[in-house]
Nanobody, 134 residues
Framework: QVQLVESGGGSVQAGGSLRLSCAASGLTFSAASMGWFRQAPGKEREGVAVTDGNRETSYADYYADSVKGRFTISKDNAKNTLYLEMNSLKPEDTAMYYC????????????????????????WGQGTHVTVSS
């Protein structure tokens, strides 16, 4: 049984930083491509970042344009934990943040060119909330 548990959300002022964590179990974490999504009130869930589980791709990472240069996704395979380092936070980053993984391996590249669709991911955590005040 796959379980994904996010933590690290909170309230910060604009320009601040947060690091989100996602503890994973029940999947071959080291080989899994995984992503971060977010959903603001009244908006659709959107992909934020994805990282590849295939070492041959040098763990390629992709980001939504809105967070590129500010957010960094990473995996610690020894701890089965996915991270999202968020810097220079803006009020528009306020949302519930979720980590997710596909049931079968998909390259981060293929997930990215499909627009980081939530429907391409099968396993989801419960989310952690981030509030950025101006």
């Amino acid at each position: 049984q796959v379980q994904l548990v996010e933590s690290g959300g909170g309230s910060v002022q604009a320009g601040g930083s947060l690091r989100l964590s996602c503890a994973a179990s029940g999947l071959t974490f080291s080989a899994a491509s995984m992503g971060w999504f977010r959903q603001a009130p009244g908006k659709e869930r959107e992909g934020v970042a994805v990282t590849d589980g295939n070492r041959e791709t040098s763990y390629a990472d992709y980001y939504a344009d809105s967070v590129k240069g500010r957010f960094t996704i990473s995996k610690d395979n020894a701890k089965n934990t996915l991270y999202l380092e968020m810097n220079s936070l803006k009020p528009e980053d306020t949302a519930m943040y979720y980590c997710a993984a596909p049931r079968l391996y998909r390259s981060a590249y293929s997930l990215q060119i499909r627009g980081l669709r939530p429907t391409d991911f099968d396993f989801w955590g419960q989310g952690t909330h981030v509030t950025v005040s101006s």
